[in-house]
């Protein structure tokens, strides 16, 4: 947390892969692009691609904690409720 070399802000690619340039992006230019990101893959490929379907141990309350999460994320981006 206090690395001198950590990263404060958010920063996008600028120019081919491997250059090492970057440009610094706000937090709300960088959480929209990642949100934009998950839903055009998830709303026009595959949901599978987007969230890993994990199936933990419904006995522990983590477990079902994460299924519940799992399934709200999956039916608000379109999918079927089971």
Known sequence: MYEPSRLKYPLRR???RGSGAWERQTWDQA???VADTL????LLEDLT???RVVRPDPREAIGLEL???RKGVLILLG????
């Open 14 to 16: 600028k120019g081919k």
């Open 31 to 33: 959480l929209t692009q």
């Open 39 to 42: 839903l055009d893959v998830a």
């Open 49 to 51: 691609r987007v969230i």
């Open 67 to 69: 299924e519940q999460h």
């Open 79 to 82: 999918a079927p409720r089971a």
